[in-house]
């Protein structure tokens, strides 16, 4: 007769197996927890088919400076017109209307205007330190292609940079002209199955291609004759003209589950990441090779007077490193402080544990932006029970008295750490008028927690 326990794990395994067979054969999502999206020409637009497709953008980035800032820090054109636009949305577009050539807007700059002066000036600073917009739509980034001169390849990057320098130039503040990029190309590629009636077509890749053009005086023109240049210093009146075109392209080939795919052909960022772990590769070797000669010098010289004949007392003394057993069974100096580490460092052993689990099997989707710091946020904080076992049964084990003290530094020991010294980088950041500062509210509400 077959045990119970055997017969509950084979009807276990029968059970996870009829479930897989399911989802091989269900129109399952590649992500759990997100879905695509639907997109038809507005003529047959419905409740599950969209035809307008939101742009939406995160804070501009920079190789050479660590502080974000706002789409709005560089005077570029705000969504309706309006001074301040919907959170994170800059405009938007309808699905398969072909653009050529659109005008978005016209910054004026005065040159006995102080205001008009310090924004051009912050123009040209974000230039000089190659600040990127990123642009996102339908939940995926855009990325930048461009060709190099005498390259046959063309170069895909993540972020749309905002200009450059004349003359092949490497950009610093010094730099006498700065060409800015105030016309965008971009080509939205779809996936649409015919034999689906009912579903419309899905974005599967965004990829924008940037030009520099001076406009003539009161007119849209976007034939590429010459850059826009701006001067190191003023001596006119300007007016920027920002135009774009919109085209779509179908490509049945790439399906929507992987359609991230694309983004792995940015250029620099897999040599980067290579570069990297070769980098960690070699240096973890190095310590371990330095560690494990130190050892080995240590226990061969220590071996050696084990294997001697004893000729004295002082020969019959153990040696160096078997004098340890003494040390197994001695209370640590600072228990308290050693119960309240392990405990923390347990909990955070469990969620990064469980955070990779939720990643590796696909339920963290990248389309949900800022989904991985809130699950391991929540997971640490549902996870503080097992950092109050450790510690207790630690400090128990060793002997100590104090244990209400002990489960209160537990839990407050580690997050008032962390939470003081973000907090005094936060008013730094926030100082320097960078898009990273939280809000005080957000931050209240954090701490709270």
């Not at 980035?61 to 949305?89: H, I, L, M, R, W």
């Not at 390259?151 to 002209?177: F, M, R």
């Not at 530094?409 to 936060?426: E, K, Q, R, S």
Request: proline share 4%; with cysteine.
């Amino acid at each position: 007769m077959v045990p119970w326990r055997w017969k509950t794990i084979t009807m276990m395994v029968i059970n996870l197996q009829l479930l897989l067979s399911c989802l091989d054969s269900s129109d399952a999502f590649y992500l759990p927890g997100s879905k695509p999206s639907f997109y038809c020409p507005k003529s047959k637009a419905t409740p599950s088919c969209k035809s307008e497709i939101p742009f939406l953008i995160n804070t501009l980035n920079s190789p050479e400076v660590a502080e974000p800032y706002e789409y709005s820090s560089f005077d570029f054109c705000q969504y309706n017109g309006s001074k301040v636009a919907p959170a994170e949305t800059i405009g938007q577009i309808n699905f398969m209307e072909e653009i050529n050539c659109a005008k978005v807007c016209t910054k004026s700059y005065f040159q006995t205007d102080k205001k008009s002066i310090a924004k051009l000036d912050r123009l040209k600073y974000g230039i000089a330190k190659g600040y990127w917009n990123n642009w996102l739509i339908d939940d995926i980034p855009v990325i930048q292609t461009y060709h190099i001169s005498n390259h046959a390849a063309v170069i895909n990057t993540l972020g749309l940079h905002i200009g450059g320098c004349t003359n092949n130039q490497a950009c610093t503040e010094k730099s006498n002209e700065f060409y800015l990029f105030n016309h965008i190309d971009l080509t939205i590629t779809y996936n649409y199955d015919n034999t689906n009636k009912n579903s419309g077509a899905n974005i599967i890749s965004a990829v924008a291609t940037l030009g520099s053009i001076n406009h003539p005086s009161g007119e849209v023109n976007c034939i590429r004759t010459s850059p826009y240049v701006l001067k190191d210093k003023m001596t006119k009146n300007i007016s920027i003209t920002y135009t774009y075109s919109v085209h779509f392209k179908r490509d049945n080939t790439t399906s929507w589950s992987s359609r991230w795919n694309y983004i792995l052909k940015s250029h620099s960022h897999p040599k980067i990441l290579w570069f990297s772990l070769i980098n960690s590769v070699i240096l973890a070797a190095i310590l371990c090779g330095c560690v494990a000669l130190v050892l080995v010098r240590t226990l061969h010289k220590d071996v050696t007077c084990c294997r001697r004949s004893p000729s004295s007392e002082k020969a019959l003394a153990e040696p160096g490193w078997k004098l340890i057993h003494g040390d197994v069974f001695r209370s640590p100096g600072r228990r308290m402080l050693l119960s309240v580490l392990s405990g923390n460092g347990i909990q955070l052993l469990v969620t990064c544990i469980l955070v990779l689990m939720l990643a590796c099997f696909g339920i963290l989707s990248p389309a949900l932006r800022g989904g991985l710091v809130t699950c391991a946020l929540f997971i640490y904080l549902f996870s503080s029970g097992i950092a109050g076992y450790t510690s207790a049964r630690i400090y128990k084990g060793i002997g100590g008295q104090n244990w209400k003290i002990m489960t209160i530094m537990t839990f407050f020991l580690l997050p008032a750490l962390v939470i003081g010294i973000y907090f005094l980088l936060n008013i730094l950041i926030w100082a320097g008028q960078s898009s990273a500062a939280i809000p005080f509210g957000t931050f209240v509400a954090v701490t709270a927690l």
